[in-house]
């Protein structure tokens, strides 16, 4: 499988024992409150409406890394 993806082994398998980083611990918490926001908001709305209703709920965050994140995840569903 390693050769087909073009990566070693080692780095295979130093890749997966990695723990994951507290910058993305915060962004799987904070991506769970997006889509809290943009479903109860019918899905219409867009990142600064978002991060301002997260800001108004104590949380936060900024309209770069809420739309980062809407489009790496919302465009996979």
Do not use: D, H
């Amino acid at each position: 499988m390693c050769q087909v993806v073009g990566v070693s082994r080692s780095g295979y398998y130093a890749w997966r024992g990695r723990f994951t980083s507290s910058r993305e611990k915060q962004n799987i918490e904070l991506l769970k409150e997006v889509r809290k926001v943009y479903q109860a908001f019918r899905e219409t709305y867009g990142s600064p409406e978002v991060t301002q209703a997260l800001n108004k709920q104590g949380i936060k965050c900024g309209k770069n890394r809420v739309a980062q994140l809407m489009r790496e995840t919302m465009n996979q569903e």
